[in-house]
């Protein structure tokens, strides 16, 4: 058999492509090759209209089968090709789209998989989610990324999580962002600007009071007789302006009012308004500006120790939720000092992001909690590293569509703090997670221009993803050999879920039983 492969961001592009749309297909795809190599020859194709159909005609010529895995969503999956054509796809909804709009039939996933007769997913809830459109007996199947043989080595060397390991995670290429660190006081809310811009707030409503009461009573008689009132009218705005600055005093000079009442233009109105009198003076409303010598990627190192708490996300990726994920650590860690929460983000526009979590934590209540924001591609001995210096691996998410990040911290002996619902309602349990509650909320499908409300996404219980930091904290400093189960079990627990025997078994079977679907 011939199996030709395609993902959108390929292995040349991927270290530069973090974040782009459907980057984690290239992953997905990466992780799937040692499967499919068991079962015939893999080749990767770049451009599939121009390659496919070539190579489909070169198999058949030689009597082979040949079959093409497109490592995409179906809105993006080819369809005019001759070659039998599988799209192989995450999601993290409960329902699947069947319309279409701007015109665009793809759109309307139930066209595109009844054109191709077969799909690939990677979670029960997608199959579901899909039949439930096509039709029960559509062929589809889920099949979890195998990632768990991967880490064979790192669980070889795997030791028992002790309160005073120290791990230095050193990045080739990367940005570290420290609360430890004094170059991020700035950030910092400073409580005596933030108490005077109250106070000049207060006066300045105080003096803007004064001046409507004695416009409002120049202007009543103007109600009462058209003709005296018109005069009266402007009789009493000849008298704020002339005894205005009398008025107002020192408040009016301190405070920057003006010493006459101007019309402003409604479209200048904007940039006058007062500012936030909660927003400490010296933050800028719209963030600050990266500064290229703290900021830009460069080899850096960071020392992990104590109970580190990690997640790996896409920060522009709203169904991440990662204000829960900070702000619940902070509450539940607020008085700790050797409880260490690890973003681990992944986009190549980072700066904008690593802003807007910085000015987060700059309004929130004091912690003694470290948190480090963490920028830069990893793989291969610098990513196991990661892993092993984290006793917990975190995830807050509205939905997933499987979470390779997850599923690969699992596989390595991490325990988890995660929902119970999406593709993780396949692995995640209290055996091997401390489990956060949520609940349906209406949503729209994520790449959907009109925001429609056509299905469901999960909101997170924020007093509940609080407990759960503070449980797993006290397992893993308490109850070592709860922590030690909870550890063993999450490594069976992938093993069984995704591991390359058994997605081999369920792919060749899938393979075999859509042959005459494909012809």
């Known amino acids: 058999m011939r199996i030709l492969v395609y993902s959108q961001v390929n292995a040349a592009q991927i270290a530069h492509s973090l974040g782009v749309p459907e980057y984690s297909y290239y992953f997905v795809l990466r992780d799937f090759l040692p499967v499919l190599r068991q079962l015939g020859e893999v080749m990767v194709v770049e451009v599939p209209e121009l390659e496919v159909d070539k190579l489909y005609d070169e198999a058949t010529r030689q009597g082979k089968r040949c079959v093409f895995l497109a490592f ?22 409960d329902s699947i789209p069947d319309e279409h709009w701007l015109g665009e ?41 195998p990632v768990w ?14 309160a005073s390991m120290s791990v230095r995670i050193t990045i080739k290429s990367g940005v570290v ?6 170059a991020l006081e700035p950030y910092m809310p400073d409580l005596d600007a933030v108490g005077n ?6 006066e300045r409503e105080q003096v803007q009071q004064t001046l409507a009461s004695v416009q409002a009573a120049a202007e009543e008689p103007c109600r009462r007789q058209s003709l005296w009132g018109i005069t009266r009218r402007y009789l009493g705005e000849w008298y704020l302006r002339a005894v205005r600055e009398h008025l107002l005093g020192g408040a009016a000079r301190s405070h920057g009012v003006g010493s006459a009442l101007e019309v402003v233009p409604e479209q200048q109105q904007e940039n006058m308004q007062p500012r936030n009198p909660v927003e400490p003076q010296h933050l800028p409303r719209h963030g600050l500006a990266p500064q ?21 996300f896409n920060p522009y990726d709203g169904r991440k939720n990662w204000v829960d994920m900070l702000t619940a650590f902070c509450a539940a860690f607020k008085d700790v000092s050797d409880a260490t929460l690890v973003f681990k983000l992944g986009h190549h526009e980072y700066q904008t992001a690593l802003n807007d979590m910085l000015m987060c934590m700059a309004r929130m209540p004091p912690f003694q909690c470290r948190v480090i924001l963490l920028q830069g591609y ?52 209290e055996q091997i997670a401390f489990v956060v509650d949520s609940w349906l909320d209406a949503s729209a499908w994520s790449h959907d221009p009109r925001l429609a409300y056509r299905t469901c996404r999960h909101q997170i219980n924020w007093a509940s993803l609080v407990q759960a930091y503070s449980d797993a904290y006290s397992c893993a400093v308490h109850d070592p050999e709860r922590y030690a189960t909870m550890s063993a079990a999450a490594i069976e627990r992938m093993r069984n879920h995704c591991s390359i025997g058994v997605a081999a078994a369920r792919m060749k079977a899938f393979l075999n039983t859509t042959d005459s679907v494909s012809q």
């Open 177 to 182: 962002l420290d609360t430890q660190d004094v």
């Open 292 to 312: 290229p010598s703290e900021w830009e990627l460069h080899a850096c190192h960071v020392d992990l120790s104590g109970v580190v708490f990690t997640t790996l």
């Open 378 to 429: 990893m793989e291969g001995v610098e990513f196991e590293r990661l892993i092993a210096a984290s006793t917990f691996v975190v995830n807050a998410s509205h939905g997933e569509g499987q979470c390779l990040p997850l599923m690969e911290f699992l596989s390595c002996g991490k325990p988890a703090i995660a929902p119970m619902h999406s593709a993780m309602l396949d692995y995640i349990d």
């Open 105 to 145: 039939q793809h759109q309307d996933w139930s066209h595109v998989l009844r054109h191709c007769r077969q799909a690939i997913t990677h979670s029960g809830l997608t199959v579901e989610a899909t039949r439930k459109v096509v039709g029960q007996a559509f062929p589809i199947i889920s099949i979890p990324s």
């Open 72 to 93: 995409s969503p179906p809105h993006k999956t080819p369809l005019s090709l001759r070659c039998p054509t599988i799209p192989v796809f995450a999601w993290e909804f």
């Open 197 to 202: 811009a109250v106070k000049a707030a207060r």
């Open 149 to 162: 043989d991967k880490y064979q080595t790192a669980r070889s060397q795997h030791k028992a999580w002790d």
